[in-house]
C-alpha cells in the first residue's frame, strides 16, 4: 500500500554522489506535509536520517541531504561510503484518511 | 539510552490472535506519540498504528482497523499490539516507533518481533 514512489535502486562508486527521489499526490507531498526519510540496515533497527524535508538528527553524516518541490522530494548522497549500502524509504503524512502516515515503496543502494 | 524493545512475535494460524509488547527504556511512553509499522517479508513498511502522547487518541490504517487495538500500559512503560482476526498479509516484522515531537515522523525504533500468519 505504499503510496510514494522511489526507484527501486540505485548504484555508485565510492566517493560518488546519488540522488533517491520520492513522488508523492495532493494529499502528502503536495499538500504540504513534510518529508522524512530512513535508512535501513539488515538486523538493525530503522534509523531516522533526514526530518522535516532537509533536517539532519545529530549523528547523521552531512553527506546526506534532503529536499522538496511540489509534490516530489530527493534524498542525496555525496560522497558515497561503503557504509551506505543500505535500504532507503520516504515518509510523509496524508490526509486521505486510509492512512495517516505513508511511507515510499523504498530504495536499495549499491555501492560498487 | 533511548530504546524500544518489541516482544511478542511468533506463528499463529488465520483467525487467531496475538498481542504484541514494546518496552521503552530512558523516556517515557506518556511523554511523545507512539506507532506501530509494520514490513512484510520483501516488501516495504506500512504504518498500522498510532496512540497520541496522552493516550486520548487512537488512529488505526485502513488495513486493521477493526481488528487492532494499540494501548499501553504507564506503570510498565510498555506499548501493546493486541492483534485479533489474523490474516496471511499480516504476516510482517512489526516495529513500535516513537513520534519525534513536532514533526509527524519517527525518530526511534525497535529492531522489531517477526509474526507469521500460516496455518
Known amino acids: 500500500q505504499s503510496v510514494l514512489t522511489q526507484p527501486p535502486s540505485v548504484s555508485g562508486a565510492p566517493g560518488q554522489r546519488v540522488t533517491i527521489s520520492c513522488t508523492g499526490s495532493s494529499s502528502n507531498i503536495g499538500a504540504g506535509y513534510d518529508v522524512h526519510w530512513y535508512q535501513l540496515l539488515p538486523g538493525t533497527a530503522p534509523k531516522l536520517l533526514i526530518y522535516g524535508n532537509s533536517n539532519r538528527p545529530s549523528g547523521v553524516p552531512d553527506r546526506f541531504s534532503g529536499s522538496k518541490s511540489g509534490t516530489s522530494a530527493s534524498l542525496a548522497i555525496t560522497g558515497l561510503q561503503p557504509e551506505d549500502e543500505a535500504d532507503y524509504y520516504c515518509q510523509s503524512y496524508d490526509n486521505s484518511l486510509s492512512a495517516l502516515y505513508v511511507f515510499g515503496t523504498g530504495t536499495k543502494v549499491t555501492v560498487l | 539510552q533511548v530504546q524500544l524493545v518489541e516482544s511478542g512475535g511468533g506463528v499463529v494460524q488465520p483467525g487467531r490472535s496475538l498481542r504484541l509488547s514494546c518496552a521503552a527504556s530512558?523516556?517515557?511512553?506518556?511523554?511523545?506519540?507512539m506507532h506501530w509499522v509494520r514490513q512484510a517479508p520483501g516488501k516495504g513498511l506500512e504504518w498500522v498504528a498510532v496512540?497520541?502522547?496522552?493516550?486520548?487518541?487512537?488512529y488505526y490504517a485502513d488495513s486493521v482497523k477493526g481488528r487492532f487495538t494499540i494501548s499501553r500500559d504507564t506503570s510498565k512503560n510498555t506499548l501493546y499490539l493486541q492483534m485479533n482476526s489474523l490474516r496471511a498479509e499480516d504476516t510482517a516484522v512489526y516495529h513500535c516507533?516513537?513520534?519525534?515531537?513536532?514533526?509527524?515522523?519517527?525518530?526511534?525504533w525497535g529492531q522489531g518481533t517477526m509474526v507469521t500468519v500460516s496455518s
Open positions: 516507533a516513537r513520534g519525534f515531537s513536532g514533526y509527524d515522523c519517527f525518530d526511534i
Open positions: 530512558a523516556f517515557t511512553l506518556s511523554s511523545s506519540s
Open positions: 496512540m497520541s502522547y496522552d493516550g486520548s487518541n487512537k
